[in-house]
């Protein structure tokens, strides 16, 4: 060992054991402030399950490769990060004596052109990276960028350091070419080789490069240890855990889609009966209060603003950012995480748990945090202001496009549910809505006895439960179905439709009440769970005797179908539940209903979120529209899981959008563009959404909006009467 060695042995070993104690250190913090959360038992279950999605999710890149450049440079430097960290093991071996290696592996000529392979494209990724972080830079001119909201110097930092780690990986191997202590062929090496044939015969320099590429590395690993927050970092080992630990690992997609999480107290559904707000932990009033999975998931954020970019709020002007939320919710969580480790926190009933002297020695800044109300104005020194919270409309966007599966939408109603159930605070028009449910049954009011009413004028008799035994399927017809005039012409179509092909089917009129799912998106579990426990004991005695093959519901609004297909099970429901836009493309495709003229004029199809991206409908409604109009579909550019909200969900339809653009008009726009003279639609929200855009934008003459099963009456039936201009919908 030369001096030059001694000296580079020296300063890596010194380096990496300051860069070891500081994770380390870093290490038990993050976990300390994870564990900080509730309970969640069920994170535990189907590890086989779980192990098999983190892997799949992890090496195949299912999520960051559906934005194709982007998700295979990101593949490439997250193998390269993975695979040489083995060169970096080989640096220490390499200070001591620049002829050193990895041993047993070290000198087969596989693994040298393995690394190199690994090496060239990690470079030409991480260099595509970061030309795609400085065109979306947020200060560029024009347009709102992903980044807008992310602690910039952090990417640049992980991206230099990552290109500076593989050059000085090339480096040490182009000394040891020009020295000729290099292992590895020609064939297999050749950039290596071509790199030693411009360096100098310098026998000291594969040990020089092999320190700086040591501190390089170790710098990063100081930098992230003095910065637990630096998502963009830490989300590398993060992300692992995350995926493994997500909802529903069997989900092809986003686990925190479709049924959202059940309101719990200490890891425990919660039973309202028994219930005790002074006892009991109601929605989320304090960061503490999320699981520690919501506290992983705000840790592993990367900052990308792949939610950001497809948030309907956000890019409508709105305050909301799904990124810019959870962000908040970190670092407000490792700002107050010492005075919560050190028995801090109030209880249920807002008395404080620690001493004085517990919290003598605190900082004042972490006192100042603990203070803050988690959901309040700028002026209230709030953490979430209550225009983020409530400018959701729950469509999914944001848990879609996560690479490393934050539950978003859960995390968001759980503190809608403290705001409403504690502390009563929500939009002040939503509050009819409300009462609405809990005293008519329906969100708009509308009395019991006219549930039935859409089926006055039809040419055949609608059976209802209890009338008849022999129905297939059982059709939940829905609030807006029933009492919404443009919804109504959807269920007289389907209605139709059915009759048409000969399928048995029932209703059950005034046995009816709505599903529940205005108020659990809102945040009144309350009113959901006595909505729900009412609708399942109906449809329970309805079903009585079949097994859930035989329990057979067709809805026409995809709200309804997600809560009765996917959340009435928590409650002791369980049925088989299909979209008309499923049957409907099951009948044609078996030759029970016979489109006979197309639909002429242009057909584009928005995506109803609840349908689609929730419960990955997208064929079928795209199927029907096909046979209808007998040639493809005019998609508009966002469409399928990437299609934009209409404004609705999430109880918006109950709320008045004062900030920004309406989301409705930036959809409507988007489909005008397309030429097409008819937009379907699969979901009465929608469909009040969008024609409201249509009138507002004043092309009620030149566009129409009508759901898929009136597109394919037409087609199928062209003597139906249309029904004339579209009136507007009750208490509209």
Request: overall charge negative.
């Amino acid at each position: 060992m030369g001096s030059v060695q001694i000296v580079t042995t020296i300063l890596a070993a010194a380096i990496t054991a300051v860069a070891v104690w500081l994770a380390v250190r870093a290490v038990m913090k993050m976990t300390a402030v994870i564990r900080l959360g509730q309970p969640a038992p069920e994170r535990f279950s189907d590890k086989g399950a779980r192990t098999k999605t983190m892997l799949v999710e992890t090496a195949g890149h299912t999520r960051m490769l559906k934005w194709g450049v982007v998700g295979a440079a990101h593949w490439f430097v997250m193998v390269g990060f993975i695979v040489l960290s083995l060169l970096v093991l080989e640096a220490y071996f390499e200070v001591v004596t620049p002829t050193g290696g990895l041993p047993i592996i070290g000198h087969l000529t596989i693994f040298g052109l393995a690394t190199e392979i690994i090496t060239v494209l990690g470079l030409i990724g991480i260099l595509v990276l970061m030309v795609i972080r400085l065109r979306n830079r947020p200060t560029r001119p024009g347009g709102r960028s992903r980044f807008t909201g992310s602690t910039m110097w952090q990417g640049y930092f992980v991206e230099w350091i990552v290109l500076l780690v593989l050059i000085f990986g090339l480096l040490i191997r182009g000394f040891k070419v020009a020295t000729d202590h290099f292992e590895y062929p020609l064939w297999a090496t050749p950039v290596s080789h071509a790199v030693g044939a411009v360096l100098p015969d310098w026998s000291d320099g594969a040990s020089v490069a092999a320190l700086i590429k040591i501190v390089i590395s170790m710098t990063w690993l100081i930098v992230i240890s003095l910065n637990v927050t630096m998502g963009v970092a830490w989300h590398r080992f993060l992300a692992f855990p995350n995926i493994f630990f997500k909802r529903e690992p069997a989900k092809p997609a986003g686990s925190g889609l479709g049924a959202l999480r059940p309101m719990t107290s200490q890891g425990k559904p919660l039973d309202f009966e028994e219930a005790d707000p002074e006892k009991d932990q109601f929605g989320v009033a304090h960061v503490e209060q999320f699981s520690w999975k919501g506290l992983l998931d705000f840790s592993t954020c990367t900052e990308c603003g792949r939610c950001q970019s497809q948030c309907p709020a956000w890019n409508t002007g709105k305050p909301l950012s799904p990124k810019l939320l959870v962000l908040s919710l970190r670092d407000h969580a490792y700002a107050k995480a010492p005075y919560l480790l050190a028995g801090g926190g109030k209880d249920l009933t807002g008395e404080e748990k620690a001493t004085q002297a517990q919290l003598a020695h605190l900082d004042v800044l972490a006192l100042a945090e603990a203070d803050k109300p988690l959901i309040g104005t700028a002026e209230e020194g709030g953490v979430i202001d209550p225009d983020v919270l409530w400018s959701c409309t729950t469509c999914g966007a944001c848990v879609e496009q996560c690479p490393v599966d934050i539950e978003h939408v859960d995390h968001i109603v759980d503190m809608r549910r403290y705001q409403v159930l504690i502390e009563s605070s929500f939009p002040s028009e939503a509050g009819v809505m409300l009462r609405n449910l809990e005293n008519k049954g329906n969100p708009w009011g509308a009395p019991q006895n006219t549930r039935e009413d859409w089926t006055k004028g039809l040419d055949f008799e609608v059976p209802r439960v209890g009338e008849v035994d022999d129905f297939e399927y059982l059709f939940w017809v829905g609030c807006a179905g029933a009492f919404e005039d443009r919804a109504k012409k959807t269920t007289r179509a389907v209605a139709t439709l059915l009759n048409e092909a000969g399928v048995k089917f029932a209703i059950l009129g005034e046995g009816e009440t709505c599903s529940g799912d205005p108020a659990r998106r809102i945040g009144n579990e309350f009113v959901f769970q006595m909505l729900a426990q009412q609708n399942v004991e109906t449809l329970n005695e309805a079903f009585e005797g079949r097994d859930k093959a035989k329990r057979k519901i067709v809805a026409t609004c995809p709200h309804c179908f997600n809560t009765l297909g996917n959340e009435y099970g928590q409650l002791g429901g369980e049925f088989e539940v299909v979209h008309h836009t499923q049957l409907l493309a099951h009948l044609v495709a078996t030759g029970k209903l016979t489109p006979v003229q197309p639909v002429d004029g242009g057909v584009t199809y928005h995506d109803p979120c609840y349908l689609g991206r929730h419960n990955r409908v997208f064929a079928a409604p795209r199927e029907v529209l096909g046979d209808a109009i007998a040639g493809d579909l005019t998609e508009m550019p966002r469409n399928s899981e990437r299609s934009f909200c209409c404004g609705a969900g999430g109880a918006r339809m109950w709320m008045e959008e004062k900030i920004g653009k309406r989301i409705n008009v930036d959809r409507v726009e988007e489909a005008m563009a397309t030429g097409a003279k008819t937009v379907a639609v699969g979901c009465p929200f929608c469909s009040t959404m969008l024609n409201d855009g249509v009138n507002g934008k004043g092309a009620g003459e030149q566009v129409e909006v009508i759901d898929v099963a009136s597109v394919l009456l037409r087609s199928v039936k062209p003597e139906q009467p249309q029904g004339g201009k579209e009136t507007a919908p009750i208490g509209g």
